[in-house]
């Protein structure tokens, strides 16, 4: 329907109501004889009378009848749906859906939205984790959460959480089997389990670096997951050398159950961000959750004091 025909509909529809072309013509804020031409061009497309018009008053013709009973709801499911999209513009709410890695929903995104959600009831939130590069706009995702290195430039990128440390861990019985390593280059003779990439259907090169020297190692061994909560629990059972965050096995080094090796040879890594395309308008709900999630050094210094 072209734009002009569905201008033409609304002005019936007043004009029916009313039963007065004056006052329709004040409610539109037009002449009379502008809104009579609009009617009339309205029923000379239709090849039907709508109106029947005295010097005293205006009534729908049966066909006009007909055709104001079937506009109106229409019409009305129309205001309806443009002011629930006012509410949007000022007052937060609607569903946001956020690609993630699953190391960092648990740690950054989970406790924010727990404080975050409790205060703003009209807003859902879905998060997705895969470790694959996907295209936020193509898969209609509202935003991604990556390591900031891997963030393309034409992004707009928000620190979420502060640069972090990963370890290589085995189990003491992992170890009782075989020797520990000292450099990268040993983990050729070691069982590693590693991390399957859905993107490049590889796997993930265990990067290290000493000195201002890089290694990047391909790390070979019996298991590839997609997760690394299994891959941590199969280092737990004592199958290989995995390689994790640091916070997600801290716990298991200290009481015994890991033993962390080449802890020289993992400086830290660039911090998680949550990046999106450029919008001119983004929603409120959007708006008020990347603050909820953006990274304040000072305010994460002093919650830990």
Known sequence: MKREEMADLTAFVVVAQERSFTRAAAKLGMSQSALSQIVRRLEASLGLSLLTRTTRSVAPTDAGEHLLQTLTPALQNLDASLAALSVLRT???????????????????????????????????????SYGLTDIVAERFDAGVRLGEQVDQDMVAVPIGPDFERAVVGSPVYFARRKRPHTPHDLTEHACINLRLPTSGGLWVWPFAKEGREVNVRARGPLAFNTLALSLDVALAGLGLAFLPLDMVQTDIAQGRLVQVLPDWTPPTAGYHLYYPRRRQPAQAFTVLVEALRYRPDVHRQGRS
Not at 116 to 127: G, K, N
Request: charged share 20%; no cysteine.
């Open 91 to 129: 007052r937060p709410a609607g569903s946001i859906r956020i690609t993630s890695v699953e190391h960092a929903s648990s740690t950054l995104i989970a406790p924010a939205l727990a404080r975050f959600l409790p205060d703003y009831p009209d807003i859902q939130v879905e998060i997705i984790n």
